[in-house]
């Protein structure tokens, strides 16, 4: 079962504006976590954002949670070419007592154009 | 030099086949998941380990099979009930199953069955 929605499915911007990519999702969560991969590649951790935080920050990246409309946003700011990827959100449950699952959204990929 | 390694990159075997995907960590993490992708996809979850000598299925864990005799090794049996095994499969590690803790992800490995 996938329980995050990312928006927009593909994203395409210039070097050097923001990107700000969405997730829903749908059952109360421990946590929310960023994603970033690159083609053909494992996929590499941004930032995780527990459910009682509403927002985090990154280095360029910026992370929103609201509990209340089930959503997150990941803005990137300034970006480069490098950031070129599919990121995704996922979101970790209690499953089976205290293990924490992973549910993972369907991504967005970003292109980023030089 | 700490981390996950996946082998082979690429695996193709004739339909039929059970063929095994490894998976190492150096991490010393307790936890290990198995991820399956398809094309344009997030990640589903096949099977997790909590900790050495245990496992459960995940939400696609029909023909698939694992075991975790070692806390670094994780491997992935795809046996040839598997309808269709194609696909970009991914191993985690994270350090305990719960708690709010990133996973760290392999490289993964590409199987085409034929």
């Known amino acids: 079962s996938q329980q995050g929605e990312e928006d927009p499915q593909a994203l395409s911007i210039q070097e050097g504006e923001n990107a700000t990519m969405n997730c829903s999702y749908k059952?109360?969560?421990?946590?929310l976590q960023w994603y970033r991969q690159n083609s053909g590649r494992g996929l590499v951790h941004l930032i995780l954002?527990?459910?009682?935080?509403r927002e985090k920050h990154s280095g360029r990246l910026r992370v929103t949670l609201d509990t209340s409309k089930k959503s997150s946003s990941l803005l990137i700011t300034a970006s480069r070419a490098a950031d070129t990827a599919s990121y995704f959100c996922?979101?970790?449950?209690?499953?089976?007592?205290?293990?924490?699952?992973?549910?993972f959204g369907t991504g967005t990929l970003l292109a980023v154009q030089p | 030099d700490g981390g996950i390694t996946q082998s082979p990159k690429y695996l193709f075997r004739k339909e039929g086949q059970n063929v095994t995907l490894s998976c190492e960590q150096n991490?010393?993490?307790?936890?290990m998941y198995w991820y399956r992708q398809d094309p344009g996809q997030g990640l589903r979850l096949i099977y997790y380990s909590q900790i050495v000598n245990d496992f459960q299925k995940g939400d696609i864990a029909e023909g698939y099979s694992v075991s975790r005799e070692k806390k670094e090794s994780f491997p992935l049996t795809v046996t040839s009930a598997q309808k269709n095994p194609t696909a970009f499969y991914l191993c985690a590690s994270k350090l305990t199953a719960a708690g709010d803790y990133e996973q760290y992800f392999g490289p993964g490995t590409r199987l085409t069955v034929t």
């Open positions: 991490l010393n993490h307790d936890a």
């Open positions: 059952t109360s969560i421990n946590n």
């Open positions: 996922a979101t970790a449950n209690h499953y089976g007592g205290a293990t924490n699952k992973l549910i």
């Open positions: 954002i527990r459910s009682n935080e």
